[in-house]
């Protein structure tokens, strides 16, 4: 069954760094989601991404963060400067308009110091 | 913004009991999901609810859409100890827009 990837698994980034994370959505979704989630905490919407725009972003979403689709296959998440609070496990999740549910990635482990 | 209720927090259970989880809204949504989470994984699709009033199953799953399209519940039954683990509700208001998490449900089953 297709599914969605994410690199790396874990990241451990010096506070004030640029850190970006990738994902490969399943291959013909057309929807683009982040998450975040902090430890012990719900799951919470960045942002979401379609027809190489965003089309919804959260209040977490600001100025610091950006992402970008550079091919026909990645879809990645920048946070500029980091901070600690900024520790959290980061989620892809796709989705096909056809009114399928959105698909998440095994996340990515963000760990500033 | 929208925020989802669920409940109960965490459950424990003996293997082969039946579970029932709940969220609640206090405004609608068109989209009923749920999703289990294991430790050190992303959520993985249970079940998608719909349409207000939909009754879906999925093996010993059950979820039902409420039809003030403001609630949905979860039911497990016969608990096997492989469905220990966390379950989020999310809501979503049209397909292609953000999905709003509940809290989560941890379950651990005892066999």
């Known amino acids: 069954e297709p599914e969605v990837t994410q690199t790396p698994s874990h990241q451990v980034t010096q506070m004030g760094q640029e850190v970006i994370l990738r994902c490969v959505p399943i291959?013909?979704?057309?929807?683009f989601y982040w998450y975040r989630q902090i430890l012990g905490q719900k799951v919470e919407f960045l942002v979401s991404?379609?027809?190489?725009?965003?089309?919804?972003k959260s209040e977490i979403f600001d100025d610091q963060f950006s992402v970008e689709r550079p091919d026909g296959s990645n879809f990645t998440l920048k946070i500029r400067s980091t901070k600690l609070e900024d520790s959290a496990m980061y989620f892809c999740?796709?989705?096909?308009?056809?009114?399928?549910?959105?698909?998440f990635g095994d996340g990515t482990r963000l760990s500033i110091l | 913004g929208q925020q989802l209720n669920q409940s109960p927090q965490s459950m424990f259970i003996q293997e082969g009991e039946d579970v029932s989880m709940n969220c609640t809204s206090s405004?609608?949504?068109?989209?009923w999901l749920w999703y289990k989470q294991d430790p050190g994984e992303g959520p993985v699709l249970l079940i998608a609810?719909?349409?207000?009033?939909e009754l879906t199953s999925n093996g010993r799953l059950t979820a039902q859409f409420g039809i003030t399209r403001k609630d949905s519940f979860l039911n497990i039954s016969a608990s096997i100890p492989s469905d220990v683990g966390i379950y989020f509700c999310?809501?979503?208001?049209?397909?292609?827009?953000?999905?709003?998490f509940g809290g989560g449900t941890r379950l651990m089953v005892k066999p």
């Open positions: 999310a809501g979503q208001l049209d397909a292609g827009n953000m999905l709003t």
């Open positions: 999740a796709s989705s096909d308009r056809e009114l399928q549910p959105q698909h």
């Open positions: 405004s609608i949504f068109n989209t």
């Open positions: 991404f379609y027809n190489n725009e965003i089309s919804e």
């Open positions: 291959s013909n979704h057309l929807y």
């Open positions: 609810l719909y349409k207000a009033g």
